[in-house]
């Protein structure tokens, strides 16, 4: 169990390779940021895609010294995208990330059926956070790509994330299915989808995990406030992944974290890769946790 996103820093200390990272529309201060203090850890080796002027104009005012970094030059940003994600899947880089561009436009590119990253897998977002008042880190889908999950869509979302924790060590991790009450209610599609991934759990249909709800996000978080409602449930308090109900819940709540002091990492899961896919207002170091969980 982890406890924090140092924990992720130490675990990729003792079994790690060194991989190939590739910035697509590299020109962002954060990334480079980010993407050079990885470099320097021994985590990554650096690829930079986008307009080469800007690139090195970023890399000169911040004293990074990339005499030794390939840096692709691209005309826009569907070009570094269309690179980045070619080098990728010819397996000239193991790892694709974000920099200065929209999510649609990558997302865009890694779906692409000629030269993109999809399997037969749903792609979905990943998050883990670390926040003062909770005794773990909480693993938080999907904040970022599947806009309005149903219910096969929701299991995809849930198994891509237990299998990544299951990968990491977690055997059972516990998942709370997120809604605004904790009872089902019928004209709350939330409710009636998280009953069900709950019995799918129970019968194996989603295996390796443990599944409850529907939770509101404070039962989820603390078995105080389950018990006080008289909740009997082994997820409640202790949920090691949230599944948020649609991407407006799920991004509004990474926001909220991100902008009130939890520290932050996210990835793509699914994916022939693992993507860091973080929102370009996130800071340097939410950039460097997830290049990390990605390494990871
Ligand atoms: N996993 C695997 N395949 C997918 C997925 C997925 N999650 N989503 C779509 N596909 C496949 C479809 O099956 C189809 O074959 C092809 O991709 C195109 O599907 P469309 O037409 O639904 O895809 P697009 O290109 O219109 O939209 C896909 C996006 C991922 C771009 C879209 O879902 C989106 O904009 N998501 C939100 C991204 C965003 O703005 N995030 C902001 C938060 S930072």
């Known amino acids: 169990m982890l406890k924090k996103i140092s924990d992720i820093h130490i675990k990729i200390q003792k079994n790690q390779a060194l991989k190939k990272l590739v910035l697509a529309s ?35 005012s911040n004293k990074y010294d990339f005499e030794n970094i390939e840096i692709i030059h691209a005309n826009d940003k569907q070009e570094a995208v269309k690179i980045s994600v070619e080098m990728v899947r010819n397996g000239k880089a193991d790892i694709l990330m974000k920099g200065n561009v929209s999510s649609s436009i990558l997302l865009k590119g890694v ?12 792609l979905s977002h990943f998050a883990i956070a670390e926040l003062k008042n909770y005794h773990k880190l909480i693993g938080i889908t999907d904040v970022a ?11 995809n979302i849930v198994s891509n994330a237990v299998k990544f924790l299951n990968k990491i060590g977690y055997k059972k991790p516990k998942v709370a ?15 009636v989808d998280a009953a ?28 105080e406030s389950a018990v006080h409602k008289g ?5 409640a308090g202790d949920a090691d992944i949230l599944l948020m109900p649609n991407i407006e819940a799920g991004n509004v709540l ?13 990835i793509l899961l ?18 460097l946790n997830s290049i990390i969980l990605a390494a990871l």
């Open 111 to 122: 779906l692409n059926k000629e030269y993109g990253l999809k399997t037969e897998q749903l």
């Open 177 to 191: 299915v997120i809604a605004a009450v904790e009872t089902v209610n019928e004209k709350m599609q939330a409710t």
């Open 145 to 155: 790509m599947n806009i309005a999950p149903d219910i096969n869509e929701k299991s």
């Open 231 to 235: 909740i009997d449930s082994d997820v």
């Open 26 to 60: 590299a020109s962002d201060e954060h990334s480079i940021d980010a993407v050079f203090h990885a470099y320097k850890k021994n985590i990554i080796i650096p690829v930079l895609v986008g307009n080469e002027t800007e690139i090195k104009q970023i890399c000169i």
């Open 270 to 287: 699914g994916a022939s890769a693992p993507i860091v896919l973080t929102s370009r207002s996130d800071s340097e170091e939410t950039k």
């Open 196 to 223: 069900i991934l709950s019995k799918m759990a129970d019968r194996k249909q989603i295996p390796n995990c443990i599944i409850d709800g529907p939770l509101a996000f404070d039962n989820a978080m603390s078995k």
């Open 254 to 266: 990474y926001k909220s974290l991100t902008y009130t002091g939890a520290k932050i990492a996210a």
